[in-house]
């Protein structure tokens, strides 16, 4: 009898990683929130009309990992994201780090890194990020987007116009008209929303990269920790990078490692 209790305590101590003793685990399930609109996350596939991406990728990695169903929520914004997390509704979310979103939730280190330029109308004198916060200049972005953030922490001398609708009809007719000067975004969106528009033009520089984090809930150290694993196990293994490259998605890279 004392025989089979000691190999029974091996068997459990040897045996894979269970549900239970993922941190982010709910009911051996993990529901993961993430930006639909963002490239970087995730964008659709023109043939089968399914998400594909980064996120889609990490989210299935970590499943397959730690043996749980890991069921990636597409949401429409930021906030959605958190709130998610917050309210329980998904284990974990990923979403850009800013100091302004935490309290609700804890961020882990980031693992990608997504560059943020501006587009202008031809005639304009910015020819380059250099030329961003100058006196006068009207700085569009969609409200609470990254960039927004970003700007209203960093600008001197330029004024941050915060966007409702930021749809791409809307943004140059802003541009057009002269109510802004300059709309900020991801590259990759930028890249996508203007090709073939004349009129438009796309700096060729970048203002600085966004990190992307995997957010857990408020004081929940024990899963930012296991999240933080999971990053430097991923981009460790090169799991990461050859996910970026599959994406085919413009101006992202793999964070460098703290």
Do not use: W
Not at 56 to 81: F, M, S, W, Y
């Amino acid at each position: 009898m004392r025989f089979l209790c000691v190999a029974f305590v091996l068997l459990i101590m040897i045996s894979p990683m269970t549900a239970q003793s993922v941190p982010f685990a709910k009911d051996g399930m993990v529901r993961a929130a993430y930006l639909a609109t963002n490239p970087a996350h995730a964008v659709k596939d023109p043939k089968t009309g399914e998400a594909r991406g980064v996120v889609i990728d990490l989210v299935q990695e970590l499943g397959r990992v730690h043996k749980v169903k890991a069921t990636p929520i597409p949401l429409p914004n930021p906030a959605a994201v958190i709130d998610a997390v917050r309210k329980g509704e998904a284990e974990i979310g990923f979403v850009a780090y800013n100091p302004e979103r935490a309290g609700p939730v804890e961020f882990s280190k980031p693992y990608l890194l997504v560059n943020q330029t501006f587009i202008v109308s031809d005639d304009s004198p910015i020819k380059a990020i250099a030329d961003i916060d100058k006196q006068g200049r009207k700085l569009g972005a969609t409200r609470a987007d990254s960039i927004a953030l970003y700007l209203g922490r960093t600008l001197k001398q330029g004024q941050l116009v915060q966007l409702d609708n930021s749809a791409p009809d809307a943004v140059f007719k802003m541009l057009r008209e002269g109510a802004i000067d300059a709309f900020g975004a991801n590259r990759q969106r930028l890249t996508g929303i203007t090709r073939g528009v004349a009129g438009i033009r796309l700096l060729p520089d970048d203002l600085y990269g966004v990190e992307q984090t995997i957010i857990v809930p408020g004081g929940r150290r024990d899963a930012q920790d296991a999240a933080n694993k999971f990053i430097d196990d991923v981009r460790k293994s090169g799991f990461l990078q050859k996910s970026i490259e599959r994406s085919g998605v413009i101006g992202i890279s793999v964070a460098n490692p703290r």
